[in-house]
């Protein structure tokens, strides 16, 4: 169990559109999702944790109007990239929090890989 | 300011042979310890975790010893095979708090 799912896996779209990438719960309610980004060779940076039905809450350095947050059900938490241009570019993965489970469990997703040309 | 300092950057070690990876942390408040294995293209796997309750905990070939008084805590990983050739990365939260991540290890296991 603790299965976290990501769609798209890859996405290269082009310079100045937006993507929406979808982060999946398959087999358990998560009461927190979180967005991470992460460069080649470095650690995960945490871009925003979203609690279902509230609004997300971003780190410092963020923009909030640029990556988009939507937690709209225990099982799904969505990030879109707003007018994306090459420096978004990197590979994303969401993780979630189990509901009824030790606070500090979290379970990622398989990541999805941005290329915007 | 990091506040989970991991080395080395990179390790290589034989089959057969054991890998050691190094935390440090600063907050005092932390009690939730974990080690992710991350392969290339691919999200963060739970590998092993520990609480400052116990010094050690083992999961087949994975061992986590931890040293509370030292801030420390480290990832053995006896008998090394190449398949966990990978980028290992510790953390460390407290309660409800966010993880706050090591910057990585890649580990490569020679044949």
């Known amino acids: 169990g603790a299965v976290v799912s990501q769609h798209p896996s890859r996405v290269i779209c082009k310079s100045g559109t937006s993507v929406k990438i979808e982060c999946r719960s398959l087999?358990?309610?998560?009461?927190?999702m979180f967005w991470y980004r992460q460069f080649p060779k470095q650690s995960l940076m945490l871009m925003a944790t979203?609690?279902?039905?509230?609004?997300?809450?971003?780190e410092q350095g963020v923009e909030k109007d640029k990556f988009l947050i939507n937690h709209a059900s225990l099982t799904l938490s969505t990030l879109t990239v707003t007018s994306a241009h090459p420096e978004d570019s990197s590979f994303y993965i969401c993780?979630?929090?189990?509901?009824?489970?030790?606070?500090?469990?979290?379970?990622f997703g398989p990541g999805t890989r941005l290329t915007v040309l | 300011q990091q506040q989970v300092k991991q080395s080395p950057q990179s390790l290589i070690v034989q089959k057969g042979g054991i890998s050691i990876i190094n935390c440090a942390y600063e907050?005092?408040?932390?009690?939730?310890f974990p080690w992710y294995q991350q392969f290339p293209g691919k999200g963060p796997a739970l590998l092993i975790a520990?609480?400052?309750?116990?010094s050690e905990k083992k999961e087949g070939r994975f061992t986590i010893s931890f040293n509370k008084s030292a801030k420390q805590f480290s990832l053995h990983i006896m008998d090394s095979q190449p398949g966990d050739s990978a980028t290992y990365f510790c953390?460390?939260?407290?309660?409800?708090?966010?993880?706050?991540f090591g910057k990585g290890t890649m580990l490569l296991v020679s044949p």
């Open positions: 993780s979630a929090r189990r509901r009824q489970a030790t606070p500090d469990t979290q379970y």
């Open positions: 907050n005092t408040a932390f009690d939730y």
């Open positions: 087999d358990f309610q998560a009461t927190t």
């Open positions: 953390a460390a939260s407290s309660g409800y708090s966010t993880l706050t």
């Open positions: 520990i609480r400052p309750d116990v």
């Open positions: 979203s609690n279902e039905g509230s609004k997300a809450t971003y």
